[in-house]
């Protein structure tokens, strides 16, 4: 690692200082890098009023400098309404009070670059607030700025608010119609999200040169790259066709028209060159939802000049029952979920390169999802879930307290939660006659809240969030599940974190290395190897709460069964075990091990 200038506070108009920019940047250093993301409300509070913020991350830096971490994704700080949290921007330049103030996040930056590690800022810029300047400008047709969103007369033959009226039947990620009548001009204008998130018109040359120069000015305060929010629905069938209806759904879906449109490519080299990404070795990974293989090897290709990684949805997809929506839950077989995986590994092999992640803000913890939280294997499993995943090919993402093993938050009742998506779906399918003891069963399994419980630092009261009422009750297995008792334990969670991320760091067999996929229809066992330079690490990971052993009698046919495991594994080295000390060929439930081959 090494350390940067760092960035001068300064005010919200001013722009920052040419010292606030890293002074290296090497090409292609996010390969080998590891990205932390902290989700600002959740993380640490400082002031004690029950809602992170930025001196409070700044103050826990160093757990992340000694998780051995590269990147801080930052999820939105800016000044905002908060009706989803933040992603409803009323002010790209400026902090919103909650989190702090522009010097608060100046000093954040710097303390980063202090320590090595880079910051990237989340950008979300298909829609704003409702309160963005720009879009209360537009709500007057006659504005130079209307056209800067998405306005639109009733659909022919219908009156403004009556049924159907709506421009078309695009249903909204939140619930509801996309579309939302402001009664003082007659019109609509279309919110893929909240209401209070209105979508920006990206087809405005205008509009994107501004939001090209708020990148700049962010660029120049020190910030190392951009998460982009959604950044596939940027353009859209301008036509704005009707989309399918689901059996039994209120509206109509809006993908295939809102994402991927036909300018996608375009407007993403444009901002890449208008913005300096390239030329300056900034992280950029687009979040895109609905997105194949096909757009994301288009999208990363180094030779095109768009994105350097996207995030894929289809693993986060599988457990979703067919034609159904996230709340409709299915059970997810290993061998389908390792075969997804594989397809996207084996896709961006020779062009692009891949995100790798198991939970964000928006999914729900992965060691509860993808593994078994119970107090027996939630240790094991999140330790194995772990490895599976830094082993694939690609830059790994952790969420706060990923690397605690921390467990989805078992909230039984719809007052506890907070998330606008969850509550608005609680809302809707009671309308709809589903029986509430279904939804909150639903809830409890795929809400995002299940993330964005606070990050649990310690045994005391709100588990060393804050001193005050956190805004988001603390998952009460804090007392056991925290950073203080992780932190020296050789057996946690924290440990195996740091271990795994110290190998991407000094093994280019991890970070560069060929991948290949073995024994795929195994319903237990997850087997990958990785080459490079006449090396190889093999991951022999038993991906359930049975016990799984090597040993078979089946014939040898090859080295893609279990036979020719057995032979691969018999005197082989143990680089990275879930369960030191064990050998042979029985795994315990939810072990791992990391062989390693060649000089």
């Known amino acids: ?28 250093w996010w390969r080998t890098a590891v990205v932390y993301q902290v989700y600002p409300r959740s993380f640490a509070d400082s002031d004690g009023d029950g809602v992170g913020d930025l001196p409070g991350i700044t103050a826990r830096l160093d757990h992340l400098a000694n998780l051995g971490i590269d990147v801080l994704w930052l999820s939105p700080v800016y000044r905002s309404p ?5 992603y409803d921007i009323s002010d790209y330049r400026d902090v919103d009070p909650s989190f702090g103030t522009l010097a608060d996040l100046d000093a954040l930056i710097a303390a980063c670059h202090d320590r090595g590690i880079r910051l990237v800022m989340d950008l979300v810029v298909n829609h ?34 009556t049924p159907g009226a709506e421009p078309n039947n695009w249903g909204a990620a939140f619930s509801g119609p996309a579309w939302h009548l402001d009664a003082a001009s007659g019109e609509y204008y279309l919110h893929l999200f909240s209401p209070k998130q209105p979508d920006l018109n990206w087809e405005n040359p205008q509009v994107r040169q501004a939001v090209y120069a708020m990148m700049r000015w962010w660029v120049e ?19 704005l066709p009707d989309g399918p209806v689901a059996p039994g759904a209120p509206h109509g879906s809006a993908f295939p028209g809102s994402a991927n449109g036909p300018r996608l490519d375009e407007f993403l080299a444009e901002m890449h060159a208008a913005v300096g990404l390239g030329e300056q070795h900034l992280l950029t990974v687009g979040e895109m939802p609905g997105s194949t293989i096909e757009v994301a090897r288009r999208v990363t290709d180094p030779a095109r000049d768009e994105l350097n990684m996207v995030f894929t949805f289809e693993h986060v997809d599988l457990d979703v029952a ?6 409709d839950l299915a059970d997810l077989p290993l061998p389908v979920l390792k075969r997804n995986l594989e397809s996207w590994q084996l896709g961006l092999a020779d062009v692009g390169w891949n995100s790798l992640y198991w939970n964000n803000h928006d999914q729900p913890r992965a060691v509860s999802r993808f593994g078994d939280d119970s107090p027996e294997h939630r240790v094991s499993s999140a330790k ?6 830094h082993l694939h090919r690609g830059t790994p993402f952790v969420y706060q307290g990923e690397e605690l093993g921390m467990t989805n938050a078992g909230f039984a009742q719809i007052g506890q939660y907070r998330d606008i998506e969850s509550v608005n779906r609680h809302a809707a399918a009671l309308g709809l006659g589903t029986p509430a003891e279904e939804i909150l069963r639903s809830l409890s399994v795929k809400s995002r809240d299940n993330a964005r419980t606070p990050m649990q630092w310690d045994d005391s009261p709100h588990a060393g969030f804050t001193t005050g009422e956190p805004w988001l009750a603390v998952n009460p297995n804090h007392t056991s599940i925290n950073v203080a008792a992780a932190q020296d334990d050789p057996a946690s969670v924290l440990a195996h974190y740091r271990a795994l991320i110290a190998l991407r760091h000094t093994d280019p067999v991890v970070s560069e290395g060929d991948f290949e996929l073995l024994l795929p229809d195994h319903e237990q ?3 990958i190897r990785r080459t490079h330079g006449g090396r190889a690490l093999l991951v022999v990971a038993n991906c359930s709460s049975q016990p799984c052993a090597l040993a078979g009698g089946e014939e040898p046919t090859g080295e893609d069964d279990l036979a020719g495991l057995r032979a691969l594994v018999a005197d082989a080295d143990v680089l990275l075990p879930t369960h030191p000390g064990r050998q042979g060929l029985e795994l315990a439930p939810w072990e791992s091990r990391v062989y390693a081959f060649g000089a």
């Open 221 to 239: 305060r020190g910030v190392d790259g951009f998460r982009m929010d959604v950044i596939n629905f940027i353009s859209k069938d301008v036509t």
């Open 82 to 86: 908060m009706d989803d949290n933040g």
């Open 384 to 389: 194995t879930l772990a490895t599976v995943l």
């Open 322 to 327: 067919p034609g159904g929506t996230k709340w």
């Open 1 to 28: 690692m090494s350390s940067f200038d760092a960035a001068p506070a300064a005010g919200p108009d001013a722009p920052a200082a040419p010292g606030a920019r890293p002074s290296l940047r090497e090409p292609g």
């Open 525 to 527: 066992l997850w087997v």
């Open 128 to 161: 704003t607030s409702d309160e963005h300047p720009w879009f209360v400008e537009s709500r007057d047709p006659r504005s130079p700025k209307r056209d800067w969103y998405w306005w639109r007369p009733a659909r022919p033959g219908h009156e403004p608010g």
